[in-house]
């Protein structure tokens, strides 16, 4: 998976922007500019990288004669005290992209470790795992990108993607079967139809109307295995709600197709990296 690079130096370049301003007043009054240093990248704690090509980008952007030597690559595993990479050139150059290089990488490989926690949690069930849209403006991309460098799936990116009614959807038109079914006479024939259930009623209802995917609820693990049943493959089902790293294994084994976390990317724990001046 390669994220496109106008897309990528955009979002440097906006975070850059937000961070420098037009000087940098310790670093411009303090160092000579033609001064060179190497730095390196450590990691200081043990998970999956994501995000280093991200992160080196924002050296080059600011400075293009910055050389790079990795040691590792998105995906790999690290662990404390690792080198992940070091970066030589000019000193005011490394010390004004550090932040929003270490910003960028820390988040993504953060969201990479906690997805593979949990792909290694499911390991030998049907789930795979995919974060939701409860991403950070301006980082889906990026947060997605993550997602599956630690071994996760997408779910859509965006509204345009797919139709999904949730429960304020169908509250709103006032029926979940006339819901779909007016959504069917105006989509494309490449649009998929999930649909959001709180009970097995609305679960039969959705399978009736002919849903794609149908979204299980903060419904209980023997709610769900019997949700299984009764759609007995005739849709996708997605787990979503009240899914912790204690309960996701006994989600997984309900039979569920999807298990889909808002945490990897809203709330997740940034991956303890440092840059060092040697």
Request: proline content about 1%.
């Amino acid at each position: 998976m390669k994220l496109p690079q106008f897309y990528v130096d955009d979002l440097i370049k906006r975070a850059i922007t937000e961070d420098i301003n037009y000087i940098d007043v310790t670093t411009d009054y303090l160092l000579d500019e033609n001064a060179e240093s190497t730095a390196s990248f450590i990691a200081k704690d043990t998970g999956v990288l994501a995000g280093l090509d991200v992160a080196l980008r924002v050296f080059s952007l600011l400075d293009g004669e910055i050389s790079f030597q990795t040691f590792k690559k998105d995906g790999d595993q690290v662990e404390k005290g690792d080198v992940i990479a070091t970066m030589k050139g000019r000193t005011v150059s490394l010390l004004k992209g550090e932040r929003t290089a270490l910003n960028l990488l820390q988040h993504m490989s953060g969201i990479a470790t906690a997805t593979n926690q949990c792909v290694k949690l499911v390991e030998g069930t049907n789930a795979s795992i995919a974060e939701t849209r409860k991403t950070l403006p301006g980082l889906r991309a990026l947060q997605k990108y993550a997602v599956v460098v630690g071994g996760g799936r997408n779910h859509r990116f965006n509204l345009s993607d797919a139709a999904m009614l949730k429960d304020n959807h169908i509250d709103a038109y006032g029926s979940l079967t006339e819901a779909v079914n007016a959504l069917r006479a105006k989509t494309g024939h490449m649009v998929k139809i999930e649909v959001e259930t709180r009970t097995l009623a609305e679960l039969e209802e959705a399978l009736a109307a002919g849903a794609d995917v149908i979204m299980l609820d903060n419904m209980d693990c023997p709610t769900m295995k019997k949700a299984v049943e009764i759609t007995a493959g005739r849709a996708k089902l997605e787990a979503s709600g009240n899914i912790t790293l204690d309960n996701i294994r006994e989600v997984a084994e309900t039979g569920v197709d999807i298990i889909s976390l808002g945490a990897l990317t809203h709330s997740v724990r940034c991956f303890d990296i440092s840059m060092r001046i040697v």
